[in-house]
């Protein structure tokens, strides 16, 4: 049963820390997707790539957030310096390309982020 | 005004009954449109895409209007295992292409 892997699953560090959550896409998926899920936004598009190349990373905060993949089986999210309005649970998803955008995307389980 | 409005509930309904939610858009260019599925502390799962003329899945129909901007989702003879958090999502234009995801709406199915 292939499925998105995230870690840590939950994570409390203090302000002005760095954080680092990892995210396995699926095999053979070809997009991955960061986004960030408040109560007060909802789901917020963080960052995509597409074959490895970033393409759109438009809804991140560029001064402490950066997103990065490594090699085809590793999307990483930092965060340096970590702020307490970053607490939030940080979702990757991946998916398989069709058009731009591709179809359903399939969601890790997510990383709770709590910044004290 | 939020690129996707959703009415975040909740809704409390006895099992059996039918309910129905809806959202509304903004981006008149918007191309593809989705309903995802939340549950309490888990990640969204799409539970089914919405086609100009209307789909079924079961329980389940979808039905979109773009003149009106407005994307509806029917849930006939509710289940205890149907409540969950309904996620509204739109595919913007070819060049921006983002899933936008409205706030959610909030099903509670009671016994």
């Known amino acids: 049963d292939a499925r998105v892997t995230q870690t840590p699953r939950h994570k409390v560090t203090e302000m002005g820390q760095e954080v680092t959550m990892r995210c396995q896409p699926i095999l053979g998926h070809n997009t991955v997707f960061w986004y960030r899920q408040t109560m007060m936004q909802g789901l917020e598009l963080l960052a995509y790539?597409?074959?490895?190349?970033?393409?759109?990373d438009s809804g991140m905060p560029k001064d402490r957030f950066s997103a990065e993949m490594p090699d085809a089986t590793l999307a990483t999210l930092k965060i340096q310096p970590s702020e307490p309005r970053d607490s939030a649970v940080y979702f990757c998803?991946?998916?398989?390309?069709?058009?731009?955008?591709?179809?359903?995307?399939?969601f890790g389980p997510g990383t709770r982020l709590t910044v004290l | 005004r939020k690129e996707v409005e959703q009415d975040p509930g909740p809704f409390n309904v006895p099992e059996g009954a039918t309910v129905a939610f809806n959202c509304t858009y903004s981006n008149s260019a918007s191309q593809s449109f989705f309903w995802y599925r939340q549950d309490c502390r888990k990640e969204p799962k799409l539970l089914m895409s919405?086609?100009?003329s209307g789909n079924e899945d079961g329980r389940f129909t979808a039905q979109l209007n773009r003149a009106s901007q407005y994307i509806s989702l029917l849930i006939r003879d509710s289940k205890l295992s149907d409540s969950a958090t309904y996620l509204c999502v739109v595919r913007g234009s070819s060049n921006t292409g983002k899933l936008i995801f409205g706030q959610g709406t909030t099903l509670q199915v009671k016994p």
């Open positions: 919405v086609y100009s």
């Open positions: 998803a991946s998916g398989s390309q069709a058009g731009v955008w591709g179809n359903e995307q399939f």
């Open positions: 790539f597409r074959n490895r190349a970033p393409l759109d």
